[in-house]
């Protein structure tokens, strides 16, 4: 499987944040999203082949985690995902998976972290098309939520995102408890202008606020 890096920090967002945390990020995306914070796994995918026998052993060089998070990219598509996620969990490891839930795989997963992607995601260009027709797939978001624990995360950009995301949640029947709204951004001022009236939002409809931790404690950079 294609792995563009496998690092050990805080979990930066979700209901999840600051429990420390093995990253294992897959390249390989089917979105490309507008604002792509790893865009080295999606635009412009990077990356070494490693077997599962190896990112185990890599993630196994921090003892001290008990979560791994299997993220990306979209994990969901990678090469070895459904078997490298059971061998996490054989050894008794919390796992998580970061998806944008728009491909189903049977893999083992203790926390389902489900981020569909609004329309402020869709970008300009030659990939505008196959973005908009795979971003949303109501089918695959059911079937995740019904067979995982999970939480559905999105990333607000502007005020009349909302009403996409009461929507989809209306549509999937989601508890508001299972919601989490996040800023747009990779700057410490935006991320905080913007969760102010994020905040507001949260408190209107029962749903969670997220910070980015990550962003906050090391800035945007890659591997923490
Ligand atoms: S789904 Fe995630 S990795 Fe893929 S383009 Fe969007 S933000 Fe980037």
Same mark, same amino acid.
């Given at each position: 499987?294609?792995?563009?890096?496998?690092?050990?920090?805080?979990?930066?967002?979700?209901?999840?944040?600051?429990?420390?945390?093995?990253?294992?990020?897959?390249?390989?995306?089917?979105?490309?999203?507008?604002?792509?914070?790893?865009?080295?796994?999606?635009?412009?995918?990077?990356?070494? +082949?490693?077997?599962?026998? =190896?990112?185990? !052993?890599? &993630?196994? /060089?921090?003892? $001290?985690?008990?979560?791994?998070? #299997?993220?990306?990219?979209?994990?969901?598509?990678?090469?070895?995902?459904?078997?490298?996620?059971?061998?996490?969990? +054989?050894?008794?490891?919390? =796992?998580?998976? !970061?998806? &944008?839930? /728009?491909?189903? $795989?049977?893999?083992?997963?203790? #926390?389902?972290?489900?981020?569909?992607?609004?329309?402020?995601?869709?970008?300009?260009?030659?990939?505008?098309?196959?973005?908009?027709?795979?971003?949303?797939?109501?089918?695959?978001?059911? /079937?995740?939520?019904?067979?995982?624990?999970?939480? #559905?995360?999105?990333?607000?950009?502007?005020?009349?995102?909302?009403?996409?995301?009461?929507?989809?949640?209306?549509?999937?029947?989601?508890?508001?408890?299972?919601?989490?709204?996040?800023?747009?951004?990779?700057?410490?001022?935006?991320?905080?202008?913007?969760?102010?009236?994020?905040?507001?939002?949260?408190?209107?409809?029962?749903?969670?606020?997220?910070?980015?931790?990550?962003?906050?404690?090391?800035?945007?950079?890659?591997?923490?």
């Amino acid at each position: 499987m294609r792995i563009a890096e496998i690092f050990y920090s805080v979990q930066g967002e979700g209901c999840l944040v600051g429990v420390p945390s093995v990253f294992v990020r897959t390249s390989g995306c089917n979105l490309r999203c507008s604002w792509c914070d790893t865009p080295y796994t999606s635009w412009n995918p990077e990356g070494e +082949e490693l077997s599962v026998d =190896v990112v185990l !052993e890599r &993630a196994a /060089t921090f003892p $001290a985690a008990r979560h791994i998070v #299997l993220t990306g990219g979209e994990p969901m598509i990678a090469s070895g995902i459904v078997q490298l996620s059971q061998r996490f969990r +054989e050894r008794g490891t919390h =796992v998580t998976i !970061e998806t &944008a839930g /728009t491909v189903w $795989a049977e893999v083992a997963c203790d #926390l389902m972290s489900i981020s569909p992607k609004l329309s402020n995601s869709t970008p300009e260009g030659v990939f505008r098309a196959q973005h908009e027709k795979l971003r949303l797939q109501p089918s695959v978001l059911r /079937t995740l939520t019904g067979a995982y624990e999970y939480q #559905l995360k999105f990333v607000v950009a502007r005020a009349e995102d909302v009403a996409e995301i009461c929507a989809l949640v209306t549509e999937l029947g989601a508890p508001p408890g299972k919601v989490i709204l996040m800023p747009e951004g990779v700057e410490a001022d935006v991320l905080r202008e913007r969760g102010v009236w994020i905040a507001d939002i949260c408190k209107e409809h029962g749903f969670r606020f997220s910070p980015r931790l990550h962003v906050d404690l090391y800035g945007n950079r890659r591997g923490v």
